[in-house]
């Protein structure tokens, strides 16, 4: 029997293998030649220092052992998923959801969800209902043929498409075809926490944020059709899918939003069907489950420290006045709001309101919808594209500009706040220390509370802000640029 570590082996060698062979600037390389930005003293200095033997081994080192550890921990959670007794997490509500719908029942009601759940997945007892709007029913609806753990194993393969989509849909939207920058930009995305944890808990995140990057390039495309199917479907998780709707309008795309709400009502009506619901009662049942779902532990935002939000931050700071605490968020979320609204506007009479999709909204809009409304871990998955700007954002840097030790400070808080997104911090870091308190039952410390268990959230609001300002700040040299060179076509 061959042992897990020369497994471990092999897969380190194979990565080493494909790394050293895809790990070129090519083209980039002459784009650089001649630039301001890398004639910076410290940044030569850096360079210089980096291309050292002994430092580009261990750089080289970092880099293999990081993707390496990623493919092998991705593997083993797909095996583990699949035994004969997974955990199944949050998976649970979507397969007890479709296989209620199977018997013309409604997952809605409290009452016969929790029935149902008992019945479906053996866990007995009080759990948070199922608040998801009807139009998911459609699509969960075939979970309901296959018993739970070949319905979950199908899950499972679908997220790692999906996983693969949005990979490569980060890849379309990055502005350099050298294999290195490709790679760093594939690695980057790998690292968000969101996409490894949503495979493992079973949830949508990556299922939305592969559905609206997809749209996203569609419009980029002028496939108004196939985008406003995709942002349709993804409608069945409102909370991130949206601020969509109101951007589309502002740039025209009237075709595209029409197509997303027809796709999105008509999947609506035909999950109130199947669940043998009319709309009167669907309310009805959501307004008594939505308190409910939002008093459980890791849902409460006086009492979770898993939510990424920043509708958070004010019952960390307040947990004894509510006034307070709802009053600081939304403080939060409408200056958040109102720079994001002043930027597009900015840049649309930039533009002379073209209907064109920059990168640049792109990101501040998948940042904002987990800023300002309810967000879980997974969740983070929705920074992708926030990834990719801020890669395309040093590219630009370098290409045609001089260093500015006052930009590039805000570049590197976006990286830094990305980094708290990873599993080291937002996974291992903070959930082994929350394991030291009960903090189901509210036990832990004040103080942690509003620093170190709020680092998500802060560093949610740290990226918003690095894009927002960086974005700010290239109207004027995309304008130089474009003025300097009329026949480049760098977006940002």
């Keep these: 029997m061959i042992s897990l570590g020369f497994w471990n082996l092999i897969i380190v060698m194979l990565v080493a293998l494909v790394l050293k062979h ?6 980039e390389k002459i784009l650089w030649q001649d630039s301001i930005f890398l004639q910076n003293g410290f940044l030569r200095k850096l360079i210089k220092f980096c291309r050292q033997p002994i430092v580009n081994f261990a750089l080289q080192a970092v880099i293999v052992l990081l993707v390496s550890r990623l493919v092998i921990y991705t593997g083993w959670l797909v095996y583990l998923l699949n035994q004969s007794d997974p955990p199944f997490w949050d998976f649970k509500w979507f397969y007890t959801a479709s296989k209620l719908a199977h018997q013309h029942l409604s997952p809605f009601n ?14 007995c007892g009080s759990i948070p209902p199922f608040v998801y709007p009807p139009n998911i029913i459609p699509l969960i609806w075939f979970l309901g043929y296959f018993p739970i753990n070949t319905a979950f194993t199908i899950w499972t393969v679908m997220h790692l498409i999906a996983i693969g989509l949005l990979l490569w849909g980060a890849n379309i939207l990055l502005e350099s075809r050298s294999p290195a920058l490709r790679n760093i930009c594939t690695i980057a995305v790998a690292l968000l926490f969101g996409l490894i944890f949503d495979l493992q808990t079973g949830n949508v995140a990556t299922f939305i944020a592969v559905l609206l990057l997809w749209m996203l390039i569609f419009a980029k495309k002028d496939s108004n059709i196939a985008g406003g199917f995709c942002l349709g479907i993804a409608l069945f998780k409102p909370t991130l899918a949206i601020l969509f709707i109101p951007y589309l309008l502002l740039k025209r795309r009237f075709s595209l939003v029409l197509t997303s709400l027809i796709t999105a009502s008509l999947l609506g009506i035909i999950g109130l069907v199947l669940t043998g619901n009319s709309v009167t009662e669907f309310l009805q049942d959501a307004a008594r489950g939505v308190p409910l779902w939002l008093n459980d532990p890791s849902n409460n935002p006086y009492i979770s420290i898993s939510r990424i939000d920043l509708r958070v931050v004010g019952p960390r700071f307040f947990p004894n006045n509510t006034f307070l605490a709802k009053l600081f968020s939304d403080l939060i979320v409408l200056v958040l709001l109102g720079l994001g609204c002043w930027y597009w506007y900015q840049k649309q009479l930039q533009t002379a309101w073209s209907k064109t999709i920059f990168l640049s909204e792109i990101a501040l809009i998948f940042c904002l919808s987990i800023a300002i409304s309810y967000s879980q871990p997974t969740s983070s998955v929705m920074l992708v594209p926030a990834v990719v700007f801020l890669i395309n954002d040093l590219l630009f840097q370098i290409r045609y500009s001089s260093f500015s030790w006052g930009r590039i400070s805000v570049w590197l808080g976006g990286i830094a706040c990305l980094f708290i997104q990873t599993k080291f911090i937002n996974g291992w870091l903070l959930t082994s220390l929350a394991n030291n308190w009960q903090w189901k039952k509210g ?26 300002v960086l974005a700010i700040t290239s109207l004027r040299q995309l304008k130089a640029v474009r003025v300097a060179s009329p026949q480049e076509k760098y977006e940002l």
């Design 110 to 123: 409290l009452d016969i969800f929790q029935q149902g759940f008992c019945t479906f997945t053996k866990v």
């Design 22 to 27: 895809n790990w070129r600037l090519d083209d």
């Design 443 to 468: 036990e832990l410390p004040y103080i942690l509370k509003v620093t170190i268990f709020t680092l998500p959230s802060y560093a949610v609001l740290g990226i918003t802000l690095s894009v927002l």
